[in-house]
């Protein structure tokens, strides 16, 4: 997995909560990764590092609708993802 450039959300409960969720992510704890991720983001609605991740959980979960739907809100949130070149 790529390293990731992580922008603050400026909440830090949000962003101790991506972090841990980042770790299960990498350890293969999906589920809760995905649910941690959910938290960051209802904490701090426009935090679009935790948007982003949270669509790459839910669709390496399989759950294509809900992370489309996370993606989108990713984009909102900052819409220079949207632009962004693609990581290897």
Do not use: N, Y
């Amino acid at each position: 997995m790529p390293a990731r450039l992580f922008l603050s959300s400026g909440d830090m409960i949000a962003d101790r909560r991506f972090d841990f969720a980042r770790d299960l992510q990498l350890k293969g704890d999906l589920v809760a990764a995905a649910d941690l991720l959910q938290q960051a983001a209802d904490l701090a609605p426009g935090f679009a590092s935790a948007w982003f991740t949270l669509g790459e959980v839910r669709e390496q979960l399989g759950e294509r609708e809900v992370a489309i739907a996370a993606f989108r809100k990713a984009v909102v949130a900052d819409p220079r993802i949207a632009t962004a070149p693609a990581c290897g």
